[in-house]
């Protein structure tokens, strides 16, 4: 069984920073990609940034620039660099990952999510 325990969310002011973390552990023999997911109150969860095992990247129009994700394979962690904040941002940050596991299948498993609040 694999686990994403996210960490990092927080109510900062506008302007401010967060760096979210999401590590995962468990029965993981590599892990595909790891992407990191917000949902605002009644809107639908949309993907704002992906790492994959190669190194690319990928992020929502609306966050370029601000948002930077990275990961530290030794640790499979990923990062999720949040600057410039707004009260947009405002959301529950999700992290997922696709990993193949030991007996060489691939899943797909969420984190509980960690809250994000941005005061103006």
């Known amino acids: 069984q694999v686990q994403l325990v996210e960490s990092g969310g927080d109510l900062v002011q506008a302007g401010g920073s967060l760096r979210l973390s999401c590590a995962a552990s468990?029965?993981?023999?590599?892990?595909?990609?790891m992407g990191w997911y917000r949902q605002a109150p009644g809107k639908q969860r949309e993907l704002v940034a992906a790492?994959?095992?190669?190194?690319?990247?990928t992020y929502a129009e609306s966050v370029k620039g601000r948002f930077t994700i990275s990961a530290d394979n030794a640790k499979n962690t990923v990062y999720l660099q949040i600057d410039s904040l707004r009260p947009e941002d405002t959301a529950v940050y999700y992290c997922?990952?696709?990993?193949?596991?030991?007996?060489?299948?691939?899943?797909?498993?969420w984190g509980q999510g960690t809250q994000v609040t941005v005061s103006s």
């Open positions: 790492w994959f095992s190669d190194g690319s990247t």
């Open positions: 997922s990952a696709h990993f193949t596991t030991l007996g060489s299948r691939v899943l797909l498993t």
């Open positions: 468990g029965s993981i023999f590599s892990i595909n990609d």
